[in-house]
């Protein structure tokens, strides 16, 4: 799997996630085997570039490369600028939002909204490939199948894409006026990836190895990129690949592997935003690492209570402690609720 001149190990990938994938998580997940990680969206607007948010969104300190960076906005020169910014702080990849569903964002027509506009996205693609072509930097684009049911372009925009310049082509398999209800279609995804000539990545839903496996038979994908199943279960990444190239599952996790995931990802955290914000913004990992555990739901509900970064990290330590005594070496299936591996 290449994107540009980039070799990447797997074909398993996470998905950039506003709020989710910074540094931190992108690290944890390479750790647990993802192929490929791009940054949450960065903004193409030069006044908020300063900002405290973007600068810890634009932050890759000590990652590996390839560092890919997402960038967002409505106008071409700006998008193209944005583009030597991050070029100039280290981007060895520039991917393009088109595929965002949020409202904040779509009401102000960058996101998935600009596929409404066909003439406006490919003004902007145009303008960041050609921006990113002095450094031999490539460029991606990830979407959705369309707006809306009645308005799934995802095809004619890709092909486009393509014709522009953009390397890699990542399809959501819903539309924006679905957000992420229902289930994703892939139908779409594998009508796109037999009109293009360059790699392109199936996205929405791929919540196991063995659903990875089916849509990439289906899809013919290059690619799958796993989003939300990766929230509290980074490993997912390790066990796709690993099933992807074998045929065969990998056990899960240990408690004392887990124990020393989550804290390490936790002191990471919180040398990036600091104790106060490190902290509260930290709950929602946590909370998404012990909700299938036993006494997670009480857990979860004690650490929410907690102010510092101590506190935050004994509690943590001495839950997965606890969990370790009670079940002595055996592997925790966290995908179930609550249920045990039984075999050592």
Not at 44 to 66: F, Y
Not at 115 to 137: K, R
Request: charged share 20%; hydrophobic share 40%; with cysteine.
């Amino acid at each position: 799997m290449h994107i540009g001149s980039f070799f990447l190990p797997n074909n398993v990938f996470v998905a950039p996630m506003a709020g989710v994938t910074d540094r931190p998580f992108r690290q944890l997940c390479r750790q647990f085997g993802a192929g490929y990680a791009v940054s949450e969206m960065v903004t193409s607007r030069p006044d908020l570039w300063a900002s405290l948010k973007t600068s810890r969104r634009a932050n890759h300190d000590g990652e590996p490369g390839p560092i890919a960076v997402q960038i967002a906005g409505t106008e071409a020169q700006m998008m193209a600028d944005a583009t030597r910014y991050n070029i100039d702080r280290g981007a060895q990849i520039i991917d393009i939002n088109m595929g965002c569903p949020a409202k904040k964002v779509c009401n102000k027509w960058a996101g998935s909204a600009l596929m409404q506009d066909e003439p406006l996205a490919l003004q902007i693609i145009s303008a960041v490939v050609e921006a990113a072509l002095p450094h031999g930097v490539p460029v991606t684009l990830k979407m959705r199948t369309g707006w809306c049911d009645a308005e799934k372009n995802a095809l004619s925009l890709a092909r486009a894409a393509e014709s522009a310049g953009v390397q890699m082509v990542t399809v959501h398999g819903r539309t924006r006026e679905q957000g992420y209800k229902g289930l994703a279609e892939y139908d779409t995804v594998a009508a796109v990836k037999a009109a293009l000539n360059i790699p392109v990545v199936a996205n929405g839903d791929i919540d196991s190895p063995e659903k990875a496996r089916d849509v990439l038979k289906f899809t013919g994908a290059d690619a799958v990129m796993v989003g939300r199943a990766a929230q509290g279960r980074p490993w997912i990444f390790r066990e796709t690949a690993h099933f992807l190239a074998t045929g065969t599952h990998l056990a899960p996790p240990l408690v004392v592997e887990v124990r020393r995931a989550l804290l390490e990802h936790l002191q990471d955290h919180y040398s990036l935003y600091g104790e106060y914000t490190g902290v509260r913004s930290a709950r929602k990992h946590i909370g998404w690492y012990v909700r299938t555990l036993p006494g997670g739901d009480d857990f979860r509900e004690h650490m929410n209570t907690l102010e510092t970064a101590a506190q935050q990290l004994a509690a943590v330590a001495a839950y997965l402690d606890g969990l370790a005594d009670m079940m002595e070496r055996l592997p925790l299936r966290l995908e179930a609720c609550p249920e045990l591996e039984t075999t050592p």
